[in-house]
């Protein structure tokens, strides 16, 4: 899951890219509100924390122009202004939540998981495709009840494809969600994580579950058929 960090303080924000970074989320960061607008105008983001005394314009202001641009990412406000009437302006110009500061990390992440689960609505921690199981609780996966170990990119990368499991997804739209802003686009690391986790997960299996679409992208799916036929029916 890919996060725009809207912080101006470099030390705090430095402690919440690491934190995040050290739990699978790929990390950009903002340090004004003008720097913001323009990241969100440029690239795909899961979700964005935002920070609301930021330089001009502040992050309610902030907010209330990513909603009007059609941004529907869930936003989370950071601010140490905890007066009823400031959690009232942040929700009313569109953020989704509120944690005042200071805040517990595990608080943060919590948080994130519960809003990363809001847009669909029915996704839960746990994500099953055949007998491969995603914990995004734990970051945990394993199948047919064996532990595999993971990395954090590693586990990024599997978590987005078990999300979006039976559709194809191509190397743009992995680059958006699993890596930041430095993502080098003309390299093979895509290419380099995909055979690695296909390796942890299918190798010795019976039933692959990680396929390539030559030209298209990646499918994790429990049967290579049905995923075929769920490309072809997007393309009628």
Known sequence: MRVLLVEDDSRIAR?????LREHSYAVDVAGSGEQALYQAAIST????ILDVMIPEPDGFAVCRELRRAGQSMPILMLTARDAIEDRVQGLDHGADDYLTKPFEF??????????????S???PPLLK????????AGQTVSRAGKPIPLTTKEYALIEFLTR???RVVGRAEIAEHVWDEEFDPFSNLIEVYVNRVRRKIDAGRAKP??????GAGYVLSASESAAEENRSRKHV
């Open 45 to 48: 983001y899961d979700l964005v």
């Open 209 to 214: 579950l990680l396929h390539t679409r030559r």
């Open 106 to 119: 595990r608080e943060l992440l919590a948080r994130l998981r519960a809003l990363l689960r809001r847009p």
């Open 164 to 166: 979006n499991a039976g």
């Open 129 to 136: 495709v055949a007998d491969l199981i995603v914990d995004t």
């Open 15 to 19: 402690f919440i890219a690491k934190g």
């Open 121 to 123: 609505g029915v996704q």
